[in-house]
C-alpha cells in the first residue's frame, strides 16, 4: 500500500515529494449521476486531489439517523474519485461553515439549550464523538494506506475565527483517531497571527485560507502561515477564487486574470493549493445557509462561486486560465473541454391554481398550542409552517412579535395584511381591527453558518403580543416540503385557470415533454417568492429580489416525455407561465 506522510518541507508520497492540486466538490451540493463528471472536469484541468466537506446534518437529519443513500452516499463518491485516478482530502467538520445551513451541525442538537456549540462541552462532545465514527466509518477504508485515495482530512474548521478551545480541538484529534484515521491531520485558518494560534493545535499541521482579493498578496499570507508552521509544506486549503451571494445583493464575481496570477505565485511558491470552489453545485432543497453580523443575509439557491466550473458543470473562462496555469507545474490531460450546449428553450403555462388558505387540511395536519411555539419546538422543525389563532379584541391594533426568525406573511381573515423580515429587524405591524382570524405563513430562510449565532432556534421567539397581552390559542401546521404538496385531485377536476397574475400562497403545476434527459434553467424572473419540484425533486427556492433570475435543474432529474413541475408561490406571481432559458441567469454584478 501507498505511504503519504508531512516531511521536513513537502508532502511525501512513498518517498517523493507530491505538490496537492486540489479543488472543493461537495457530493451533497450535486445530483449523484453527475459526480463522476465533475471529477472528470477537475482531472482534465489539471488537479489532482479533489476535496470535500461532510455534512452532519445532511447525513443526521434527526437523531439516531445516518443516511448515506443517494445523495449522501459519500461511500461511492470516494470511489469515483479513486476510479478517475485522483486523491482526496476529507473535512468532516463537526462544523463546516460552507455556507450550508447551520454550518453542517443539526438543529436537534441544540434543543437542549445546555449543549454547547465548537466547545468542550460532555453533551455536544458526545454527539460529536458519535457522528465522526460513523462519518469516518465510511472514510477509513478509502484511506491512502489501505488502497484507496484520501490523503488527508481536517479537524474542525477555521475554528481559529470562533474560539481557541484546545482541548475541545485535542477532543476532536482523539475521536477522529479511534474512528480509524491514520493519515496526516490538519487544521485551517486565516493567515493572521491571533486565528492561526487560536485555530491550530500542536501535532496537527497548520494551513491557510484566503483568496485573490485585497490588499495582502500570497507571499505574505505564506509567511504569516510559515511562522505558525515553521516546518512541512506550505498550503492553502481554501483558495478563494469567487464568492457566495445573499438575496438581494449583486452576483459576486472574481477577476479572472488575477486568480489565475495569484495561483501561479502560490504554485511556484510549492505550495499546495486546494481551490475553494472548483464547482459549487446547488443549494437544492433549502439547504443554504445565512450571514448575520448584525444584519441577518441569508444565501441564494445557486452556489456557483464564480468557480471554475460553474453551476451546471460547464467550464468557464477561470477554468481555462487555471489550466494554462497548472499545466506549468504538472502535466495536464487532455482534450480541452469543449463548449457547453446550450440547454433547450421551453414554455409551458401554468394551471390549476390552489390557494393555501381557502383548504389548509389538504397540506397537512393541524396541532394546537396553548403558547406560540417555535419551529424547533416541533420534531422535526420544519422549514415553513402556517399557524391561525383567532382575535377576540376592539378596534384597530398593532401586533408584536418577540423576534422573527425569519419571515412572516401575515392575514386577516384571510386578506393579506403584511409581511415582516428578520433581515429588516421588522417585528409589528398594524393590523385594522382585531377580531377576527389571524394567520400566519412562517419561514426559516437558512440558519446561520458562520460565527456566535450558529445553533440559535428558528421560528418566532418570545411569542407575539397584542394590546399589550399574549396571543394563545394557536392551531399550527407544519408543512412537509420534502416532496411537493398535491392538492389535485385525480382524475383532475377542472379548476379556474390563471390569466393574470396570481397571488399566493398558492400550489400551481404544469407538465412538459423532453425527448432526452437534459440540464435545464428555470426563468423565475417574473415570480415572486417560492419554491420549485420537478419529478419530485426539489430544486430549491427563487425570490424575485435576486440576484439569481433562474433554478439549475439537472439532467437526472429529467425524464424523456412527459415531466411535472410544481411551483408553490408564496407572494404574488406575475407570469403564471413555466420558460426555460438556454443559459443560466444569476443576475447583475455590480449593485
Not at 498550503?235 to 464568492?243: A, L, N, P
Not at 439547504?287 to 448575520?292: I, L
Request: glycine share 10%.
Amino acid at each position: 500500500m501507498a505511504r503519504f506522510i508531512i516531511g521536513e518541507r513537502d508532502f511525501l508520497l512513498d518517498g517523493r515529494p507530491i505538490q496537492l492540486i486540489s479543488g472543493a466538490l461537495h457530493y451533497f451540493r450535486v445530483h449523484p449521476d453527475q459526480w463522476a463528471d465533475r471529477i472528470d472536469m477537475a482531472r482534465r484541468m489539471g488537479l489532482n486531489t479533489i476535496e470535500t466537506y461532510v455534512a452532519w446534518n445532511a447525513h443526521s437529519p434527526k437523531p439516531g439517523m445516518f443516511d448515506l443513500t443517494g445523495g449522501l452516499d459519500l461511500d461511492r463518491f470516494l470511489r469515483l474519485v479513486a476510479a478517475a485516478g485522483m486523491h482526496a482530502i476529507v473535512r468532516p467538520g463537526p462544523y463546516i461553515c460552507a455556507e450550508w445551513d447551520n454550518g453542517g451541525l443539526p438543529a436537534w442538537l441544540f434543543r437542549d439549550p445546555e449543549v454547547g456549540v465548537r466547545r468542550y462541552e460532555p453533551r455536544y462532545l458526545a454527539a460529536v464523538q458519535d457522528y465522526l465514527a460513523q462519518a469516518l466509518g465510511v472514510v477509513a477504508p478509502h484511506q491512502i494506506d489501505r488502497g484507496g485515495p484520501v490523503l488527508l482530512v481536517q479537524v474542525e474548521n477555521e475554528y481559529g475565527a470562533f474560539g481557541d478551545d484546545k482541548r475541545y480541538l485535542a477532543a476532536l484529534v482523539d475521536y477522529i483517531r479511534a474512528a480509524g484515521i491514520t493519515v496526516p491531520l490538519t487544521t485551517v485558518d486565516q493567515p493572521n497571527d491571533e486565528m492561526l494560534a487560536a485555530g491550530g493545535l500542536d501535532g496537527v499541521h497548520r494551513t491557510a485560507s484566503f483568496g485573490s482579493t485585497g490588499t495582502r498578496r500570497p507571499a505574505d499570507r505564506l509567511a504569516t502561515l510559515r511562522a505558525h508552521q515553521p516546518t512541512g509544506p506550505l498550503m492553502c486549503s481554501e483558495f478563494w477564487d469567487g464568492w457566495f451571494d445573499h438575496w438581494g445583493e449583486e452576483h459576486h464575481t472574481t477577476p479572472t486574470d488575477r486568480a489565475a496570477a495569484d495561483l501561479d505565485v502560490l504554485l511556484a511558491a510549492g505550495a499546495s493549493v486546494n481551490l475553494y470552489v472548483f464547482h459549487g453545485g446547488t443549494n437544492f432543497g433549502l439547504t443554504n445557509g445565512a450571514n448575520d453580523k448584525g444584519v441577518y443575509r441569508p444565501l441564494i439557491t445557486s452556489y456557483d462561486y464564480d468557480a471554475p466550473l460553474n453551476e451546471a458543470g460547464h467550464p468557464t473562462a477561470k477554468y481555462h486560465a487555471f489550466r494554462e496555469v497548472i499545466a506549468r507545474y504538472r502535466e495536464v490531460p487532455g482534450p480541452v473541454p469543449p463548449p457547453a450546449p446550450p440547454a433547450p428553450e421551453l414554455l409551458a403555462p401554468l394551471r390549476d391554481p390552489v390557494l393555501l388558505l381557502d383548504a389548509p387540511q389538504r397540506w397537512g395536519t393541524w396541532q394546537h398550542h396553548e403558547q406560540l411555539p417555535t419551529l424547533d419546538d416541533l420534531d422535526p422543525p420544519p422549514r415553513l409552517a402556517l399557524l391561525r389563532t383567532r382575535l377576540r379584541g376592539t378596534g384597530p391594533g398593532v401586533l408584536v412579535f418577540g423576534e422573527l426568525r425569519d419571515r412572516v406573511a401575515v392575514f386577516l381573515d384571510g386578506a393579506p395584511a403584511g409581511v415582516l423580515h428578520r433581515e429588516h429587524h421588522e417585528r409589528a405591524l398594524p393590523l385594522p381591527h382585531t377580531d377576527g382570524e389571524l394567520t400566519l405563513l412562517l419561514e426559516d430562510l437558512g440558519r446561520v453558518n458562520y460565527g456566535p449565532r450558529i445553533g440559535e432556534a428558528k421560528g418566532i421567539i418570545g411569542g407575539a403580543w397584542l394590546h399589550g397581552q399574549p396571543v394563545t390559542g394557536w392551531d399550527l401546521m407544519p408543512l412537509d416540503l420534502s416532496a411537493p404538496p398535491n392538492p389535485w385531485p385525480t382524475p383532475s377536476i377542472p379548476l379556474p385557470q390563471p390569466t393574470g397574475p396570481v397571488a399566493g400562497p398558492a400550489l400551481l403545476h404544469t407538465t412538459f415533454d423532453l425527448a432526452t434527459p437534459t440540464d435545464l434553467h428555470l426563468d423565475t424572473s417574473t415570480w415572486g417568492k417560492g419554491m420549485a419540484w420537478l419529478n419530485g425533486f426539489h430544486l430549491g427556492r427563487y425570490w424575485r429580489r435576486g440576484p439569481q433570475r433562474t433554478l439549475y435543474i439537472p439532467a437526472p432529474v429529467t425524464t424523456p416525455g412527459p415531466n411535472h413541475l410544481v411551483i408553490f408561490e408564496t407572494d404574488t406571481m406575475l407570469t403564471p407561465t413555466a420558460r426555460f432559458l438556454p443559459h443560466p441567469d444569476l443576475g447583475p454584478t455590480e449593485k
